[in-house]
Antibody, heavy 121, light 109 residues
Framework: EVQLVQSGAEVKKPGESLKISCKGS????????IGWVRQMPGKGLEWMGI????????RYSPSFQGQVTISADKSISTAYLQWSSLKASDTAMYYC??????????????WGQGTLVTVSS | DIQMTQSPSTLSASVGDRVTITCRAS??????LAWYQQKPGKAPKLLIY???SLESGVPSRFSGSGSGTEFTLTISSLQPDDFATYYC???????????FGPGTKVDIK
């Protein structure tokens, strides 16, 4: 079974750093992109970026470029999303998803269970 | 950038109803569209990819159609498990990549 398991909920203060994780299993981790998606409370889905663990090729949404860093450690089939200085506006649920990119199309399947990040003083 | 819109934003329906959700792209995206279902407190689930391909395990009452700039997700006979929010999503290989529609909430009439 293809599965993505994310790290647990986090409560942080503004200005703190954070790295959350997403571990893949049941498939060749280096052969698919991994995407990150943000969902702010009561809002829709926003694509943040993708990484190809095979060669660490990374693409960011312009909205998130410079705000977060996406990385991966293929030796442990794990992708990461990190912040160097959190803001209250980073409070959201963050999902990782295996990302299929075929020619001019792409989609997310399956998804991790989500990691809730709360930033509050 | 390609913008995605969905209509309606909220839809009230009854069990057994035929439900249609529309997604429009600001420019042609061929058939490169996916649909997701999200229930409260849960991760999204892929239903349809490449506009009309049904993901394995998804009930056949779900179908997708369209190409170019206008797409539809149809639920042929709404079931209690289908009350959820539905999102469309496009992928642009140039920039900025992936874009989701704003979502359509299907609730009980």
């Amino acid at each position: 079974e293809v599965q993505l398991v994310q790290s647990g909920a986090e409560v942080k203060k503004p200005g703190e750093s954070l790295k959350i994780s997403c571990k893949g299993s049941g498939y060749s981790f280096t052969s698919y992109w991994i995407g990150w998606v943000r969902q702010m409370p009561g809002k829709g889905l926003e694509w943040m970026g993708i990484i190809y663990p095979g060669d660490s090729d990374t693409r960011y949404s312009p909205s998130f470029q410079g705000q977060v860093t996406i990385s991966a450690d293929k030796s442990i089939s794990t992708a990461y999303l990190q912040w160097s200085s959190l803001k209250a506006s980073d409070t959201a649920m963050y999902y990782c998803a295996r990302t299929t990119v075929v020619a001019a199309t792409g989609w997310f399947d399956p998804w991790g269970q989500g990691t809730l990040v709360t930033v509050s003083s | 950038d390609i913008q995605m819109t969905q209509s309606p934003s909220t839809l009230s329906a009854s069990v057994g109803d035929r439900v249609t959700i529309t997604c429009r792209a600001s420019q042609s995206i061929s058939s490169w569209l996916a649909w997701y279902q999200q229930k409260p407190g849960k991760a999204p689930k892929l239903l349809i990819y490449k506009a009309s391909s049904l993901e394995s395990g998804v009930p056949s009452r779900f179908s997708g159609s369209g190409s170019g700039t206008e797409f539809t997700l149809t639920i042929s006979s709404l079931q209690p498990d289908d009350f959820a929010t539905y999102y469309c999503q496009q992928y642009n290989s140039y920039s900025p990549g992936f874009t989701f529609g704003p979502g359509t909430k299907v609730d009980i009439k």
